[in-house]
DNA sequence: GTGATGTGCTTCGAATTCGAAGTACATCCT
DNA sequence: AGGATGTACTTCGAATTCGAAGCACATCAC
């Protein structure tokens, strides 16, 4: 974190490395993804997102309300609405109201729940060690860590919106038509 | 320590440090793919997959049959035909028959598309940079490129299909139709 | 206490994706 | 040839996602 140029993000092209690394990551990324979700429907019925949920719920022995379940799995509350009334309606999880904030819907994980995490996840991590782990050494697990891990917590104290990043002196208007 | 390499590939769960690897992986090119699809949007009303299949074309100077075009960016030919048929709407690519195979389509950049791509383009590697590759040093993003080149490249060969998750009981025979 | 603002969640509509079935052309086998 | 198989692409229907608008509750200001 020594050699911060300010004015990086400004108007450079990315150079030809930066290019491949960036169109590698993410096509790579879309095929494990795609992978990962077919196993999950295949042996679990589950969509990736609705997987996502589920061992999030294990992970956090209690119950959580729909806000803290749909931070970092979706992007908008109302498509945690439709998937958690799914899973409910599939008897995977409950919702209840909170009694601390009458407004929260707190959703827990039945034990159908917790079966189908456990009947999914060998299958789950199956796929992610052949397709990801296999062609690494144990010295890529870790840089790709500490690197993903750097950029994803980057990312989060980003301003999430485009709300005005940094007042924007100069050209920031679109010509639009 | 010792690697057993013929099971790691068999029921055994993925240890800590791969476990955390692979969710920041996931969760920090999930958080990139928003923020680049919604900048798309914004700048050029474009979907991230529209992008990439104009950005495809704007590559290969030459036209390029539907199947070319969809390898790699989406994952059924019928949603490719969908957003053909969009962007041929929108002027920005042309198709028409191939002279050497009659039943295939050959796609073709417009003059329109090509500007368009040049007008979303800067903006595009403008957020790449700040999301992904401020937070890296020079040496982080050659491991990453190393990284995730081999990982693709890898998904690639094994065979797409899911088939056979675990050895061949039952039928798998098609005796209909 | 009453009103104004903010938070949590849920409909509702639009857009996108995939898989299965169908059509048109090409190629291989006998 | 003639027929069977394979390839390229296009409808068609089902499922998912998001954003905007709306409702219910909570919190703050006066």
Redesign the pocket.
């Known amino acids: 974190m020594t050699e911060t140029d300010a004015q990086r993000t400004e108007e450079q092209p990315l150079r030809p490395e930066e290019l491949g690394t960036y169109f590698a990551l993410m096509e790579a990324v879309s095929l494990l993804q795609h992978a990962v979700e077919?196993h999950l429907r295949a042996e679990g019925d589950l969509?990736y997102?609705q997987f996502q949920l589920l061992a999030r719920l294990a992970g956090s022995d209690g119950a959580l309300?729909?806000?803290e379940l749909a931070d970092g799995v979706?992007?908008?509350?109302?498509?945690?609405?439709?998937?958690?009334?799914?899973l409910e309606k599939a008897g995977l999880v409950t919702?209840g109201p909170s009694p601390d904030?009458?407004?929260?819907?707190l959703v827990a994980l039945t034990e159908a729940g917790r079966e189908r995490v456990d009947q999914v996840l060998p299958g789950h991590v199956q796929v992610a060690r052949r397709l990801l782990f296999d062609p690494l050494s144990a010295q890529d697990v870790e840089s790709l860590g500490s690197i993903m891990t750097r950029v994803r917590d980057h990312m989060r104290d980003l301003p999430p919106r485009s709300a005005a990043p940094r007042r924007g002196r100069g050209g920031e208007q679109r010509a639009n038509s």
Chains 1, 2 share one sequence.
Not at 101 to 105: E, G, I, P, V
């Open positions: 077919r969509s997102v309300t729909m806000t979706v992007y908008s509350r109302s498509g945690l609405t439709h998937q958690a009334g799914l919702r904030d009458h407004r929260a819907t």
